[in-house]
């Protein structure tokens, strides 16, 4: 089992930047990947940025290349997802997820473990 705690989330003007983070607890080594999912209202959830616990190699949906950057602490069991030049169309509950696969995988697979979500909100 896998357990799954965004934080950051709020309400940020056009152009500006906020972090989100996932803490994790269970089953965090290197085999599992690590992910963020975002949900607009009225749209599907779709694939934002992943990577993996053992590795370095990271993917981003292109919606979102050059603005948001994914790290990860180990020793933290902490997940980050930095949100830099916001735009109104990043307004979603973004969602962290965690699945036995590879970082790449995590874009086009059902996740095992979901968090409860936090709201980003971007304003004009």
């Known amino acids: 089992q896998v357990q799954l705690v965004e934080s950051g989330g709020g309400l940020v003007q056009a152009g500006g930047s906020l972090r989100l983070s996932c803490a994790a607890s269970?089953?965090?080594?290197?085999?599992?990947?690590m992910g963020w999912f975002r949900q607009a209202p009225g749209k599907e959830r779709e694939f934002v940025a992943s990577?993996?616990?053992?590795?370095?190699?990271?993917y981003y949906a292109d919606s979102v290349k050059g603005r948001f950057t994914i790290s990860r602490d180990n020793a933290k069991n902490t997940v980050y997802l930095q949100m830099n030049n916001l735009k109104l169309e990043d307004t979603a509950v973004y969602y962290c997820?965690?699945?036995?696969?590879?970082?790449?995988?995590?874009?086009?697979?059902?996740?095992?473990?979901w968090g409860q979500g936090t709201q980003v909100t971007v304003s004009s």
């Open positions: 997820g965690s699945s036995y696969t590879t970082a790449q995988a995590m874009s086009v697979i059902p996740v095992a473990y």
């Open positions: 269970g089953r965090t080594f290197g085999s599992y990947a």
């Open positions: 990577i993996r616990w053992g590795g370095e190699r990271t």
